[in-house]
């Protein structure tokens, strides 16, 4: 019998789980992962990703639905998906993207109460027997050396609305 091994799984395990929300701790300061925090909207990488360079895009604002955004609001966060994409593309050159936004937990939404859209980028020929046979997914480089690749771009990202 074969074995993978997934250490950092353990933290998540073992860990402390967020009681609050994670994108309203997103917005602070000393948030981790965040990569932009702009005055309405924020990205920050998913600590449990499908795939390398897997980001959220989320309102500051703490909303469930896009009918609760204003105009200004909705256009920021289009945009603010749209430089991410335009990031990972230069930084991590992928052949395509998934975008998606997961309205109501029997859509998916893993966090219901905060709005979020998913960018994960995707590469030809990611996907292998691991993902479909056993439900395991192959991350090849660990999230927080993505962290430190992207961070630099994001610092260039302007708020247009």
């Known amino acids: 019998m074969k074995v993978l091994w997934a250490p950092w799984r353990m933290e998540y395990i073992l860990g402390e789980k967020e009681k ?57 966060l289009l945009n603010i998906v749209n430089q991410s994409i335009e990031v990972l593309k230069k930084v991590m050159k992928p052949d395509g993207f998934n975008v998606g936004l997961n309205l109501g937990t029997v859509a998916g939404a893993g966090i219901e109460p905060h709005l979020h859209f998913h960018i994960v980028p995707r590469w030809n020929g990611d996907i292998n027997f691991m993902t479909v046979f056993a439900e395991v997914r192959v991350i090849p480089e660990h999230i927080q050396a993505t962290y430190e690749r992207l961070k630099p771009y994001f610092e260039g990202i302007k708020n247009v609305c």
């Open 20 to 76: 609050e929300c994670i994108f309203c701790l997103a917005s602070s300061d000393e948030a981790p992962l965040t990569l932009y925090r702009g005055a309405r909207s924020l990205v920050m990488m998913n600590k449990y990703p499908y795939i390398n360079g897997h980001l959220l895009v989320a309102p500051i604002k703490h909303i469930s639905t896009l009918a609760g955004l204003t105009v200004e609001e909705m256009g920021d």
